[in-house]
């Protein structure tokens, strides 16, 4: 039973496109988080959700818009797709707070902007 | 700015030997430090993690030692097996507004040889 599962695993699309990535946790996590992994391996957080409210919003371009139609799914839109949004982006969840609280990710989406 | 700094970033090692990675962080508000290892194709998956009241842990043949004087932890990886080869990194974890922000180290390619 997978624990986060994101789709699509792999996408390729044209410069100037607009694609979603959708996540869903079965963990019963009430905090969901995207992460961005780049060429490099570089693993930087995007945005946080925590009970459908936005919490973090690092310095991501407005072309990228999360939506958490509930606890257990955080969507990530993103428009107007450029070259350099090529990048692995993975879908994380855990519990809100502190104490030893792991975060579970997903197994990725890779997307690949010609 | 790089908040937490990992080295090296990359690494060889015989079968049964030791492999140590080593990483220091800036934020004194970092709370926990957790390790995820990376196989290729697969999102990051918890390791081991330590909080900074404690100066060592130890769970099989991974240890984190912890030095919060120094700000420097490390993962020590006994006895490493060609299973073990995988992209490890390193994580200090923020809380903001009582949401987990997870900041990565640039991540250590560790291949175990034969």
């Known amino acids: 039973d997978t624990a986060v599962s994101q789709t699509p695993k792999y996408l390729v699309t044209q410069m100037g496109n607009d694609k979603s990535i959708k996540c869903e946790q079965n963990?019963?996590?009430?905090?969901m988080y995207w992460y961005k992994q780049d060429s490099k391996k570089f693993l930087k957080i995007m945005f946080s959700?925590?009970?459908?409210?936005l919490i973090i919003n690092e310095t991501v371009p407005n072309r990228f818009s999360p939506k958490s139609p509930d606890k257990a799914h955080l969507n990530l839109h993103i428009n107007s797709l450029e070259l350099g949004d090529s990048a692995v982006y993975f879908c994380?969840?855990?519990?809100w707070g502190g104490g030893n609280t792991e975060a579970f990710f997903g197994q990725g989406t890779r997307l690949t902007v010609v | 700015q790089q908040q937490v700094k990992q080295s090296p970033q990359s690494l060889i090692v015989q079968k049964g030997g030791i492999s140590i990675i080593n990483c220091a962080y800036e934020?004194?508000?970092?709370?926990?430090f957790p390790w995820y290892q990376q196989f290729p194709g697969k999102g990051p998956a918890l390791l081991i993690a330590?909080?900074?009241?404690?100066s060592e842990k130890k769970e099989g043949r991974f240890t984190i030692s912890f030095n919060k004087s120094a700000k420097q932890f490390s993962l020590h990886i006994m006895d490493s097996q060609p299973g073990d080869s995988a992209t490890y990194f390193c994580?200090?974890?923020?809380?903001?507004?009582?949401?987990?922000?997870?900041?990565f180290g640039t991540g250590t390619q560790l291949k175990v040889e034969l």
């Open positions: 994380a969840s855990s519990q």
């Open positions: 934020n004194t508000a970092f709370d926990y």
């Open positions: 330590i909080r900074p009241d404690v």
């Open positions: 994580a200090a974890r923020g809380i903001t507004g009582g949401g987990n922000k997870l900041t």
């Open positions: 963990l019963g996590h009430d905090t």
């Open positions: 959700y925590n009970n459908k409210e």
